[in-house]
């Protein structure tokens, strides 16, 4: 099954994107330090739009498709409305106070710059037959494979890793197995390609206090994975609702930050084609691409998770 469809443009920019990708990393590398990044990242996948016939053999190979869903209406809404006033954007200090709060923030789908230069986005997403658990279930089971982690967004999302695989630990909860890890994942957001490394952390690093509500609140750094650097911030909060679950999504980009080094990760980022950031700050198209990324993916898995949850959500592989 190859991502493909009415987009030739935009495709031709995704393939031509990776195979200038590749030819990078192949002079970024050369013939022999090859052989030294190998042996440092044993395993490193490839990275490729689409499905290939293995993928194809997997047993939730029926929750492919080629297209994502559109996302809710919301969404186009807030983009046609443009960049929210910096005036109403609320500043990432105040994050925590927003979560906590049962109802609902001015505004729960935008995006924006605060005054202290931040790219804010944020994106409801509603998701009737959802339980908030199952979004825990999804970060800790999805980076294992790309192609679990297509399932999510089958036209964007090319490549996914972790950094510490940590199946061989049947007693670890769902939370447990991807808070503090880092996933490593290449994906196309507004037709450009990143290469990013998120790195899930506990919730309360950021003053959310997850016992003042139901449901969970997956958060974690954004970064480049070819550096030790993060420049982002990434949280979705799940919340019960009569029918369901909705997700409260919110990022905030041009934080700068240090990761803990990973040369395996930094190797594997190169071998399958280095894609040097054009700039590790971000503006309001980005920020608006990616609420058009987020409301699309958010939907488009949550209208098969639970069926995906009830099959596979037993399995600690
Ligand atoms: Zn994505």
């Not at 330090?33 to 990242?41: D, N, R």
């Not at 997700?247 to 934080?255: D, G, I, P, T």
Request: hydrophobic share 40%.
């Amino acid at each position: 099954m190859q991502s493909q469809g009415g987009d030739t443009a935009k495709g031709l920019d995704r393939r031509t994107l990776v195979r200038a990708g590749t030819a990078l990393g192949a002079v970024a590398i050369g013939a022999r330090p090859a052989a030294a990044v190998a042996s440092a990242a044993p395993r490193c996948a490839d990275r490729y739009l689409g499905y290939r016939p293995a993928d194809e053999r997997q047993p939730y190979a029926k929750y492919m498709k080629d297209r994502v869903d559109p996302p809710q209406p919301q969404v186009p809404r807030a983009l046609a409305a443009a960049a929210l006033p910096s005036r109403q954007v609320p500043e990432r200090q105040a994050l925590s106070a927003e979560l906590h709060d049962p109802g609902y923030a001015p505004v729960e789908t935008g995006f924006g710059r605060t005054r202290s230069g931040e790219i804010w986005v944020a994106c409801l997403t509603d998701m009737p037959r959802v339980a908030p658990a199952m979004w825990d279930w999804w970060f800790a089971w999805h980076s294992y494979d790309g192609a679990r982690y297509k399932l999510w967004h089958p036209e964007a999302h090319a490549y996914a890793a972790l950094r510490s695989d940590r199946r061989a630990d049947p007693s670890l909860t769902d939370r447990q197995r991807y808070r503090g890890n880092t996933s490593y994942v290449d994906e196309y957001i507004g037709g450009r390609l990143d290469q990013l490394a998120i790195s899930f952390q506990d919730p309360a690093r950021y003053g959310i206090d997850e016992r003042r509500f139901d449901g969970t609140v997956i958060c974690g750094t954004v970064g480049t994975a070819l550096l030790p650097v993060n420049v982002g911030l990434l949280v979705h909060q799940v919340r019960p609702t009569a029918r369901g679950a909705e997700m409260r999504s919110r990022f905030y980009l041009n934080v700068p930050g240090l990761r803990g080094l990973d040369p395996a990760g930094i190797s594997c980022a190169v071998r399958r084609g280095a894609v040097l950031p054009r700039s590790i700050t971000f503006d309001l198209r980005f920020g608006a691409a990616l609420l058009r990324h987020c409301g699309e993916e958010m939907n488009h898995l949550a209208r098969f998770l639970p069926e995906l949850h009830a099959e596979f959500g037993g399995s600690r592989s």
